[in-house]
């Protein structure tokens, strides 16, 4: 069974940074797409940043310049570093692989 825990999250002030880490387990990871998702309050669930099995990464333009994903294929963990946080990026954010979600991390920006 697959299985995805996020961390990371926390209260930031605007301007600054956080690393949010995915760890997965229950299969191998190297070849799927590992992606990141959040959800603002009152508002569906948006795309954020995919890190490709082939090595290429994609941004939502909101997180273009700030964030960057990466993954770790040896311990089956993604990361998503957060720079520049401004308030709109308070959400949960969640770890997606295929059909699998984590129960997500929150995200708070503010002062």
């Known amino acids: 069974q697959v299985q995805l825990v996020e961390s990371g999250g926390g209260l930031v002030q605007p301007g600054g940074s956080l690393r949010l880490s995915c760890a997965a387990s229950?299969?191998?990871?190297?070849?799927?797409?590992m992606g990141w998702y959040r959800q603002a309050p009152g508002k569906g669930r948006e795309f954020v940043a995919i890190?490709?099995?082939?090595?290429?990464?994609l941004y939502s333009d909101s997180a273009k310049g700030r964030f960057t994903i990466s993954r770790d294929n040896a311990t089956n963990t993604l990361y998503l570093q957060m720079n520049n946080l401004k308030p709109e990026g308070t959400a949960i954010y969640y770890c997606n692989v295929l059909q699998y979600w984590g129960q997500g991390t929150q995200v708070t920006v503010s002062s």
């Open positions: 229950g299969r191998t990871f190297s070849d799927v797409n």
């Open positions: 890190s490709g099995y082939l090595g290429t990464t």
